[in-house]
């Protein structure tokens, strides 16, 4: 297909740093679709996929799922829509996703945007979610950060020595973030 005119932009962060609060408000304003892996790997465990169960057990423990399921339900996904802009969202999650995705779906990204928020403030912002995931415990939030810390900040550097990374200070309100994310895809748009 005709991949190479497809735009996507990365969208990385820790647990709770605010990823699906900010790609909401960067589709309003900049008329991206927006895919979250961890949304694509919930709805799969619903859809009575085959590997339902086993994306579950992994969520639950905060563990990744195989790069090529991920990357597969990310290339469906975008090839459904009719859009060429493109938000993904948690993902990459490690240097596997990123040479998987690099491999499949061909697509280098415009730029990585990390939201940066300290652990503590993650913390607080997912115990009180209340929105039921099953991963929104104290236990799992540990494990999802300790793999952030080892698995994704290493995509975070690749990216960073390509001079391909937009970090923010996600640790300030909603509408205050926004406006320092606002003025990068600004000047991406020219
Ligand atoms: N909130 C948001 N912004 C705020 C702000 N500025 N100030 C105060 N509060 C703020 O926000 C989290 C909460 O904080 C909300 O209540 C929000 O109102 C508030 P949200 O926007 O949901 O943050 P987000 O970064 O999207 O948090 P999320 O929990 O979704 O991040 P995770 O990275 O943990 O979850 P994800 O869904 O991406 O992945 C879940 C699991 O899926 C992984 O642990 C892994 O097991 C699996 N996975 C893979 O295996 N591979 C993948 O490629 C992707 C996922
Ligand atoms: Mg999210």
């Not at 490690?94 to 995705?101: C, G, P």
């Not at 912002?125 to 494990?143: A, H, P, V, W």
Request: charged fraction near 30%.
């Amino acid at each position: 297909p005709s991949n190479k005119k497809m735009k996507v932009v990365f969208v990385l962060g820790g647990p709770g740093s605010g990823k699906g609060t900010q790609c909401a408000k960067i589709v309003e304003h900049f008329g991206f679709t927006h895919f979250s892996a961890g949304d694509l790997l919930r709805a799969e465990t619903k859809s009575g996929s085959e590997y339902g169960t086993m994306i579950q057990n992994l969520m639950k423990e905060g563990k990744l799922v195989d790069s090529s399921i991920i990357v597969r339900l990310i290339q469906k996904a975008m090839l459904e829509n009719e859009n060429d802009k493109f938000l993904i969202d948690g993902f990459p999650r490690n240097e596997e996703n990123r040479i998987a995705f690099e491999k499949i779906v061909n697509i280098e990204p415009e730029f990585l945007l990390f939201l940066d928020c300290p652990e503590t403030e993650l913390e607080k912002r997912l115990l009180s979610r209340n929105q039921g995931r099953e991963d929104d415990n104290i236990e799992t939030i540990k494990k999802r950060f300790k793999v952030f810390m080892e698995s994704t900040l290493p995509v975070v550097s690749y990216y960073e020595q390509r001079g391909r990374v937009r970090k923010v200070n996600a640790a300030k309100a909603p509408e205050e973030v926004f406006e320092d994310i606002k003025a990068i895809f600004s000047s991406f748009q020219g």
